[in-house]
């Protein structure tokens, strides 16, 4: 009786992590973007290792604010620092892409969308590591789980909603890698709008997170 009762208290807990996981990834954002873009022009193999990046860092900051719960409080000084340098490669990242977007012959099936990171299993660590959304995201979810008395300071329950957290960041972004496959047949007519819009994206939230940092951080100098 108890080994059931145990049993579908952490399905239930598997299932509110991917739920929660699945809404987070599932809006257009620069992760599941560059999901799709690598699945097109790059091949399915180098977007689920790109997706395999992402999906390990997710994996390991909500594991470390699982377990620091009790002694770490999140420093705003953290994302005074952990921000710009994520501006920083955002603006790269629009920079490159606008670059091929202007040689658009550039781009095929045999080259990598991004020249400056060559690995796409590095670039989906890096993109997720510098999202500094994550971290308010998941601490209020915690948070949210914990006060509702669904998640315990337990690895039997702690376990089941890191990996419902995976399975439903990995689903989202297979949703954008089959896209990607479906739209690779037809790379060649779409080349130059993919670096556009993705060069766009980057530019987009490297300006929200600079307008974030001024507001949150800056002006609270004065």
């Known amino acids: 009786m108890f080994i059931t009762e145990d049993r579908h208290k952490s399905i239930r807990i598997a299932t509110s992590g991917f739920l929660i996981s699945l809404i987070g990834a599932l809006p257009l954002g620069t992760l599941n973007l560059t999901t799709f873009e690598i699945a097109a022009t790059d091949g399915t193999a180098s977007a689920l290792s790109f997706a395999s990046g992402v999906v390990f860092v997710e994996l390991l900051v909500v594991s470390l604010m699982l377990a620091t719960a009790n002694k770490m409080v999140i420093k705003l000084s ?79 329950t702690q376990i089941p909603y890191i990996i419902g957290i995976g399975a439903g960041t990995l689903g989202a972004l297979l949703c954008f890698i089959f896209l990607g496959s479906y739209i690779s047949e037809h790379i060649i007519k779409y080349e130059s709008i993919l670096s556009l819009i993705l060069g766009l994206a980057y530019l987009s939230f490297s300006i929200y997170l600079l307008f974030l940092l001024f507001r949150r951080y800056l002006t609270t100098t004065t």
């Open 78 to 156: 953290f994302y005074k620092y952990i921000i710009p340098v994520a501006i920083g490669f955002l603006i790269y990242l629009s920079i490159t892409n606008f670059y091929q977007f202007s040689h658009a012959e550039g781009i095929s099936k045999t080259t990598t969308m991004f020249q400056g990171v060559q690995s796409p299993l590095l670039l989906g660590i890096l993109l997720s590591a510098l999202n500094p959304l994550q971290f308010p995201y998941w601490f209020g979810w915690n948070t949210a789980m914990v006060q509702r008395k669904k998640l315990e300071g337990t690895a039997s």
